[in-house]
Structure formats: structure tokens, C-alpha cells
């Protein structure tokens, strides 16, 4: 992956925000190789890191897929397919057109990292805009590092490519334990 932002899609309500959200979902929008890693490969991950057969208790926090394309389409529906098979119960996760996505406010980009302060100030130091930290592929992996994801090699090897003083690095390796 090479970029996340959180924000809503799925719905028709104008400028949705956190507190005025209609009928949209809380959704993540993720930037990718596609030459790297397959959509099918990020569908499959979707579907493992949720209940797929829990029916969602709200508009917002409903469980959904926003393919682009009708190739993505096709990849999303095979992969319910597959786990509709294998739990042998009814998908309830939805796949619905993309029709658009709006960023969340920035309090709610970069979650994880945000609870790293000495890595967070450092980053919007070297990336003052939003526009710039939320574009940062580096930003983006200390938020997964932040939130425990990845290997402990791969921290190791990457934690001295993305910008950070030693003391940044030392905050978002706490963290990543």
C-alpha cells in the first residue's frame, strides 16, 4: 500500500462529516500498486479483518466494498463468494458502486500515529500540509507500524527511511511493540 485516508462514501448526503454523516459509511480510501499487490489480495485482507456475516447495527458503521471498476466489482463479489462458501452463512457485508469519497476531518487521519506525538510533530514538520502529510507513503507506514502492524524486520529495516531523528524513531518503536 502506499497511502491510506479515512473519510465516507457510499452516500448521498452532501459534505459529510463526522457529526452530520446521512447515509454515507465511515470508509478508508487506500492508494495502491496494482502491479504490486492485486485488488484481489486487498479484497481478501477486507474480508479476513472483519465479521462479513454480521449484519451492521448502523448506516455508518456498515461494512462495504466501493469498487472503482467493473473488474473490482468482479474481484469483490468472487471474494464473498468465497467466504459465503467457506462460513457457509449469508454475506452481509455490501458491495456498492463508488460514487464518491470525502476526507474525514483531519483529527481522525492517522489515528495510531497520532497517539505517537514525538513521531507525529515530526512528521507534520517535514509534511505541513494536510494535503502533504496524508500523501506521505512514510506517514502512512509509521501509522501502521504505530498501530502494530508489520513484521518486526520490516520495522527495523524501515524505521531509519522515513525522516525521523533518532528520538522519533525510539517513540514510533515503543509503539510499534
Known amino acids: 500500500?502506499?497511502?491510506?485516508?479515512v473519510g465516507y462514501?457510499?452516500?448521498t448526503t452532501p459534505d459529510p462529516t463526522y457529526h452530520s454523516?446521512?447515509?454515507?459509511?465511515?470508509?478508508?480510501?487506500?492508494?495502491?500498486?496494482?502491479?504490486?499487490?492485486r485488488y484481489e489480495e486487498l479484497v481478501a485482507v477486507f474480508f479476513r479483518s472483519h465479521n462479513p456475516c454480521r449484519e451492521a447495527w448502523s448506516t455508518q458503521y456498515?461494512?462495504?466494498?466501493?469498487?472503482?471498476?467493473?473488474?473490482?466489482?468482479?474481484?469483490a463479489e468472487?471474494?464473498?463468494?468465497?467466504?459465503?462458501?467457506?462460513?457457509?452463512?449469508?454475506?452481509?457485508?455490501?458491495?456498492?458502486?463508488?460514487?464518491?469519497?470525502?476526507?474525514?476531518?483531519d483529527y481522525h487521519q492517522k489515528y495510531r500515529l497520532r497517539h505517537v506525538p514525538r513521531a507525529l510533530a515530526e512528521f507534520k514538520k517535514q509534511f505541513p500540509s494536510e494535503?502533504?502529510?496524508?500523501?506521505?507513503?512514510?506517514?502512512?507506514?509509521?501509522?501502521?507500524f504505530a498501530g502494530g502492524y508489520g513484521?518486526?524486520?520490516?520495522?527495523?529495516d524501515?524505521?531509519?527511511?522515513l525522516g525521523l531523528s533518532e528520538e522519533g524513531q525510539e517513540a514510533l518503536r515503543r509503539a510499534a511493540r
Open 151 to 156: 513484521r518486526t524486520e520490516q520495522i527495523r
Open 158 to 161: 524501515d524505521l531509519g527511511r
Open 9 to 11: 462514501a457510499g452516500g
Open 131 to 144: 494535503e502533504a502529510f496524508l500523501g506521505s507513503v512514510a506517514v502512512t507506514r509509521a501509522n501502521a
Open 78 to 105: 468472487a471474494e464473498a463468494a468465497r467466504v459465503a462458501r467457506k462460513s457457509g452463512g449469508a454475506i452481509e457485508t455490501g458491495i456498492e458502486d463508488f460514487s464518491g469519497f470525502t476526507l474525514a476531518e
Open 1 to 5: 500500500m502506499l497511502r491510506t485516508r
Open 21 to 37: 454523516i446521512g447515509d454515507h459509511a465511515e470508509a478508508i480510501d487506500i492508494d495502491f500498486y496494482p502491479t504490486v499487490t
Open 62 to 75: 456498515r461494512s462495504a466494498v466501493f469498487p472503482r471498476s467493473k473488474e473490482q466489482r468482479e474481484a
